[in-house]
C-alpha cells in the first residue's frame, strides 16, 4: 500500500488469484496492489461482495381508514458527507401491517468501510399500486417508519438477522409504537464458487531476441461498454514457449459483472499471453476471448484455443500458439462473512509510539498534542477509524492496548507499557483506547528509541497463547508510528515468527518522517521477510500506510489498511483447512 | 534400564513445495525431491516431481521419529541429473520453531526457510508444514518447567530436553539471541 516497489522479482509474481497447492506463498487470495490501482484508478470497486437484504416487519401502523397500510421499503445508504443515497427498493405489499417482502435488496459488503444504512418504509397509496416501484415519488407517499443500523452489525450475526425498532423520521424519539423492521443478510452465491484452473500453452511466438520468450497470463473481464478490467495474473515462467503455469483460484466474484442478467459462467473473460520484459513493456504474444463455461468445455474435450493478435492491417490473424486448460475444479469456498458470522473473531490490538521525536505532547506542533477544540490528532484519528471498523467483529470489545518507547512513572524506559498504567493491559471499547491514551500522555513522559520487536513479540505471544483454548481468534495489532525503527533485524525475526499465527499487524505511519523502512516490511515488493536464522515469512501479515498520503487523496487511512486484512484472515484458516462453525439451519 | 522405552517423538512434516531452484545457475526443470532428516538413521524422501521446473510442488508427509535431544531437521533438496543425484539446497529447521514459541503442541506449523547451495549461496526456498506428535513412550527426564509457556494447556506433557526453547522473554531489551550462525 502506499508506495508500490515492485522490481523485476515482484512483477513476475502471480497476481489476483490463489495459488492453489503453495499455502505459504505471499499470492494474496482477496487483492493486490497493482489490480487495485488500476481498479480505482478507473473509478471501479476492487473485489467487493455482494451480500441479499430479505426484509419483514411487524406491527406497522395503520394509516389507511377502510383497510390496512399497503407498506413499501426504500434503503439507504448514507456516504461519508453524511447524505443518504438510495440503493434499492423492495415490492408493494397490500393491506398488510406484518409484512414479508419478496424482493430483496442487493448491496455491497465492505469490510474496510463502516457502512451504515436507513430503511424507510412508506405506506402506498392505492392509486399507484399497478404503478412500477421506481417511478413512485415518496414525498407522495406516507410515512411510515425508519430504522437505521450499520451493515456490519447484521452480517456479523450467527443468523445474519437484526431486528430493529422502528422510529420517526431522523430518529426523532418514539412518540407510539411504530413496530419493528428485521433484515436478514446472505451472501450471493458467487462468492463462495471459486474454480481451480490450470493453464498451459503450446507453441507460443518467440518475441525475445537472444532467447524465448517469458510468458505470463493476464486474465480480464468485460465490463459495460466493451473495454476490459484485469481480474488477476500468472507468475512468468522464463525462457518458456510451451509454459505450464501454477494452477490459480478464481473466485467467481471477480468474474461477476455488471448485468445482472447473464450468467457468470458466460461472462466473457479476455486472456492476454505477454512476454515480460523487465523494463515493464510486456511485448503482447497473443489474446483470445473465452468464458468460463469456455473454459470448462476446453478443458473437458481436451482441445486447445488458438490465440489471435491484431494484424497492422487490423484484422484479426489467427496465431499458431494454443491455451489448453489441464485443471477446471469447481468448489465451494467459505467466505470471511461465512467464518465471521459463525462466531469467528478479530481481536483488535493497539500499540503507540511515545518516543520523543513526537514532540512535547503540550506543544500544539506536537503529533500528540490533545486539542481543546475536539479536533483530532493523528494518533486520535488512526484509532478511532481502525477501531470502528473492527468493533464489529470482536465480541467481547476488550482491547490490548500499549505504548512503547516512553519512560514509564517507575522511571524505566518502557517499549511494551500498558497504555492505562495499570496491571492488565486490557480496556474497553474504543473510548478506553482514547481515554487511556490521554491519560498516559500525563504519566508517560517521551523517550525512544523506537522498537517495534518487544511489541509484535507480546502480540505474537497472546495469539500463540490464544491457540491452546480456540482456533477461531484471529488478532489485528495496529502499531501507530513517527519514525524509524532501530531494530529492523528483531522486528523482522519477530514478524517472520509471528506469520504462522492468526495475526496481522497494521502500521500506520503519523508525522513527515521517511518511511522508506515501512515499505520493506510491507513486503509489497515481493521480496518475503527473512529473519536472523534463515526462516522466511510465510505469510505478508503487514500492511503500512503513511497517514500523510492518505489524507490528500480519496480513502481513507483505514480503507487502505484494512482492504487486505479479510484475504489474509482467509488464507490462514484455509491453509489450516480450518472452517467456520457448523450452522444450525434455520 | 532405559533402552526398554523409546525417548523420541514423531514428528510429521509435510514438504509442501520450493521456490525459484537453480543447479549451475540455470533453473532446474525437473526431478527434484527433497530429504528430511532428523539424525543418520531418522530420515524420509519425498518423491521427485516431474513438472513444476524451478518450483516444484510435493505435498508429500513425512513421519519421522524424533529422540528428544533432537535441535534441527536438515531439509536437503536434491536433483536427479544425468551426472547422479547433486544437491540444489539446503535449510535448517530448528526444534524451537516448532516447539515453544507459546503455541499449543496440536498446532500446524506453515514454515518457510532460505536453501543454501554447497557453497553457502543463497538458493531458492523450502516450504513446509510440520506438527510434533505426542511422545511414542515416554521417558520423562528431569522436567524443567518453562516459565514462559503459561497459556498452554498441555504443558504437562511437555519434557523441555536441552533444546533451545523459546525466546528470552524481555520486552524492555528488544533482541533475541539465538546462536544460531547469521546468514548476511
Redesign the interface.
Known amino acids: 500500500m502506499g508506495l508500490c516497489y515492485s522490481g523485476v522479482r515482484g512483477g513476475k509474481q502471480a497476481i489476483g488469484g490463489t495459488s492453489l ?5 505471499n499470492n494474496n487470495a482477496a487483492h493486490n496492489d497493482a489490480v487495485d490501482f488500476f481498479f480505482k484508478s478507473n473509478g471501479q470497486q476492487a473485489l467487493f461482495t455482494q451480500v441479499e437484504l430479505s426484509l419483514s416487519a411487524s406491527n406497522l401502523l395503520d394509516r389507511d381508514i377502510t383497510s390496512k397500510s399497503d407498506p413499501m421499503v426504500v434503503l439507504l445508504a448514507k456516504k461519508r458527507d453524511g447524505k443518504l443515497e438510495e440503493v434499492g427498493r423492495t415490492e408493494v405489499i397490500s393491506n398488510n401491517l406484518n409484512p414479508t417482502w419478496i424482493q430483496k435488496i442487493t448491496v455491497t459488503y465492505q469490510f474496510e468501510m463502516v457502512q451504515p444504512l436507513v430503511f424507510h418504509i412508506y405506506d402506498v397509496d392505492t392509486s399507484y399500486h399497478n404503478k412500477p416501484v421506481k417511478s413512485l415519488k415518496l414525498k407522495d407517499q406516507e410515512f411510515l417508519g425508519e430504522a437505521s443500523c450499520f451493515l456490519s452489525e447484521i452480517v456479523t450475526r450467527h443468523d445474519r438477522t437484526l431486528t430493529i425498532q422502528l422510529q420517526n423520521r431522523n430518529g426523532h424519539g418514539i412518540l407510539r409504537k411504530l413496530g419493528a423492521l428485521t433484515v436478514h443478510a446472505e451472501e450471493t452465491i458467487a462468492s463462495r464458487t471459486a474454480v481451480d484452473i490450470t493453464l498451459r500453452c503450446y507453441q507460443l511466438a518467440n518475441k525475445d531476441l537472444f532467447s524465448l520468450s517469458d510468458p505470463f497470463l493476464r486474465i480480464s473481464r468485460m465490463v459495460e461498454g466493451g473495454g476490459y478490467v484485469p481480474i488477476c495474473k500468472t ?1 512468468v ?2 525462457n518458456n514457449l510451451n509454459p ?1 503455469w ?1 494452477p490459480l483460484c478464481l473466485s467467481w466474484q471477480k468474474v461477476v459483472s455488471l448485468s445482472r442478467f447473464t450468467l457468470i459462467q458466460e461472462n466473457p473473460l479476455v486472456i492476454e499471453c505477454f512476454d515480460f520484459n523487465s523494463s515493464g513493456n510486456h511485448v503482447l504474444i497473443g489474446k483470445l476471448q473465452k468464458s468460463m463455461a469456455d473454459l470448462e468445455t476446453l478443458h473437458r474435450e481436451k482441445n486447445g484455443a488458438n490465440f489471435v493478435i491484431q494484424s497492422s492491417h487490423g484484422h484479426e490473424k489467427v496465431l499458431k500458439g494454443q491455451l489448453f486448460v489441464d485443471l477446471f475444479l469447481e468448489k465451494e469456498q467459505y467466505s470471511f462473512l461465512d467464518y465471521v458470522s459463525s462466531g469467528f473473531e478479530l481481536n483488535f490490538m493497539v500499540a503507540v509510539d511515545f518516543t520523543a521525536s513526537n514532540g512535547n505532547p503540550r506543544n500544539p506542533d506536537s503529533l500528540h498534542y490533545i486539542d481543546p477544540s475536539g479536533r483530532l490528532n493523528s494518533y486520535q484519528q488512526a484509532i478511532m477509524e481502525v477501531g470502528q471498523v473492527i468493533q464489529f467483529y470482536d465480541s467481547d470489545r476488550r482491547f490490548p492496548a500499549w505504548g512503547f518507547g516512553g519512560k514509564t512513572p517507575a522511571g ?5 507499557f500498558n497504555l492505562n498504567g495499570s496491571a492488565s493491559f486490557e480496556v474497553e471499547g474504543i473510548e478506553g483506547i482514547m481515554a487511556a491514551y490521554a491519560s498516559a500522555l500525563h504519566n508517560v513522559s517521551l523517550s525512544g528509541p523506537t ?1 517495534f ?2 511489541v509484535i ?2 502480540a ?2 497472546i ?7 480456540s482456533n477461531s481468534k484471529y488478532f489485528v495489532l495496529l502499531i501507530i508510528t513517527d519514525g524509524v525503527i532501530t ?1 529492523m533485524q ?1 522486528t523482522k ?2 514478524l517472520v ?1 509471528a506469520s ?2 492468526p495475526l496481522s499487524i497494521l502500521i500506520v505511519g503519523v508525522g513527515g518522517a521517511d518511511f522508506t523502512q515501512m515499505e520493506i516490511l510491507d513486503a509489497d515488493n515481493g521480496q ?1 521477510l ?1 529473519s ?8 505478508d501479515i503487514v500492511q503500512f500506510v503513511p497517514m500523510r498520503e492518505v489524507n490528500s487523496g480519496q480513502i481513507s487511512v483505514v480503507q487502505a489498511l484494512l482492504e487486505e486484512l479479510p484475504g489474509q484472515f482467509l488464507t490462514y484458516f484455509r ?2 483447512d480450518i472452517k467456520p462453525h457448523a450452522r444450525h439451519v434455520c | 534400564m532405559d533402552k526398554v522405552h523409546k525417548a523420541s517423538r514423531t514428528l510429521e512434516i509435510t514438504i509442501l513445495s520450493a521456490e525459484n531452484l537453480s543447479l549451475n545457475r540455470k533453473s532446474i526443470k525437473n526431478n527434484a525431491y527433497v530429504i528430511a532428516r532428523v539424525d543418520p538413521i531418522n530420515f524420509g524422501s519425498t518423491r521427485a516431481g516431474f513438472e513444476g521446473g524451478s518450483n516444484p510442488s510435493w505435498n508429500e508427509k513425512l513421519t519421522l521419529d524424533m529422540p528428544f535431544q533432537t535441535r534441527f531437521i536438515t531439509l536437503e533438496v536434491k536433483c536427479k541429473t544425468s551426472s547422479g543425484d547433486r544437491v540444489v539446497g539446503t535449510a535448517s529447521l530448528p526444534l524451537s520453531d516448532i516447539l515453544g514459541d507459546y503455541t499449543p503442541e496440536s498446532h500446524l506449523h506453515f514454515l518457510s526457510y532460505r536453501l543454501r547451495d554447497s557453497r553457502g549461496e543463497k538458493n531458492g526456498i523450502i516450504n513446509v508444514s510440520a506438527r510434533v506428535k505426542e511422545p511414542v513412550e515416554s521417558m520423562r527426564p528431569a522436567v524443567t518447567e518453562n516459565p514462559v509457556r503459561s497459556g498452554c494447556s498441555s504443558s504437562w506433557k511437555q519434557p523441555a530436553m536441552g533444546v533451545p526453547v523459546g525466546h528470552q522473554m524481555n520486552y524492555y531489551g528488544g533482541g533475541v539471541t539465538r546462536g544460531f550462525p547469521i546468514w548476511s
Open positions: 497447492q503453495n499455502p505459504n506463498s507468475e515462467v522464463n505450464v501454477r524505566t524506559i518502557s517499549h511494551c522498537l520487536g518487544p513479540n507480546t505474537a505471544q495469539a500463540g497463547q490464544s491457540l491452546s483454548n531494530d528483531e525475526d519477530a515468527r504462522d499465527l518475503r527473512q536472523s536464522t534463515g526462516r522466511m515469512a510465510t505469510r491453509s489450516r
